[in-house]
Nanobody, 127 residues
Framework: EVQFVESGGGLVQAGGSLRLSCAVS????????IGWFRQAPGKEREGVSC????????YYADSVKGRFTIASDNAKNTVYLQMNNLRPEDTAVYYC????????????????????WGQGTQVTVSS
């Protein structure tokens, strides 16, 4: 059974930091791309960042480059998203997701390439 345990969301002031964690089980971690998406009210789901734990390759959306850092701990089957210098426009529900089609997932990070999804964690940034 595939399971995701997401944590780390919360309320923070603009300029602050949060670290999201996504612990996964039920599939071979290093054979997948693991990514973070976000969805704000009234907006489409957006790919934020993705990593292939096998080689550490990463992808970032332009909107978070230089502020967010993704990393994996392969011994713990966990992916982290360190979010610094947060802005009100970062407010959204953040979802962890996994894709077995790693090349496609890392290339464009479209939702349709990801077959497993977590329940999401709320991130709220106040101005």
């Amino acid at each position: 059974e595939v399971q995701f345990v997401e944590s780390g969301g919360g309320l923070v002031q603009a300029g602050g930091s949060l670290r999201l964690s996504c612990a996964v089980s039920g599939f071979t971690f290093v054979q997948y791309a693991i990514g973070w998406f976000r969805q704000a009210p009234g907006k489409e789901r957006e790919g934020v960042s993705c990593i292939t734990p096998a080689d550490g390759d990463t992808y970032y959306a332009d909107s978070v480059k230089g502020r967010f850092t993704i990393a994996s701990d392969n011994a713990k089957n966990t992916v982290y998203l360190q979010m610094n210098n947060l802005r009100p426009e970062d407010t959204a529900v953040y979802y962890c997701a996994a894709s077995s089609t790693t090349a496609q997932a890392m290339g464009r990070m479209r939702s349709r390439w990801f077959e497993y999804w977590g329940q999401g964690t709320q991130v709220t940034v106040s101005s």
